[in-house]
Nanobody, 111 residues
Framework: QVQLVESGGGLVQAGGSLRLSCVAS????????MGWHRQAPGLQREFVAT???????YYADSVKGRFTISRDIPKKTVYLEMNSLKPEDTANYLC?????WGQGTRVTVSS
């Protein structure tokens, strides 16, 4: 069974930056998408960003221009660089690789 572990979350002031990482416990066969979703307290989970198996990236409008997704396939890792953070970015950030999901890393942005 593949496990994903996220890291890099924390408390940051508005305007600050964080870099999230998500590493898989073992190699996943085949080609697959990787990405991030987030869930704020009391709200539904929402899409943040994805990088497809072809390397194409997509972003939610709310993070476009501020967040950058990247991957390192040999390291089994997907990253999310978050800049110009806003209080509304506060959430638990969950990564996925193929059909596997992590438990999330919490990001809190103070105003």
């Amino acid at each position: 069974q593949v496990q994903l572990v996220e890291s890099g979350g924390g408390l940051v002031q508005a305007g600050g930056s964080l870099r999230l990482s998500c590493v898989a416990s073992k190699r996943i066969n085949g080609t697959y998408d990787m990405g991030w979703h987030r869930q704020a307290p009391g709200l539904q989970r929402e899409f943040v960003a994805t990088v497809t198996s072809d390397g194409i990236t997509y972003y939610a409008d709310s993070v476009k221009g501020r967040f950058t997704i990247s991957r390192d396939i040999p390291k089994k890792t997907v990253y999310l660089e978050m800049n110009s953070l806003k209080p509304e970015d506060t959430a638990n950030y969950l990564c996925y690789q193929q059909q596997y999901w992590g438990q999330g890393t919490r990001v809190t942005v103070s105003s």
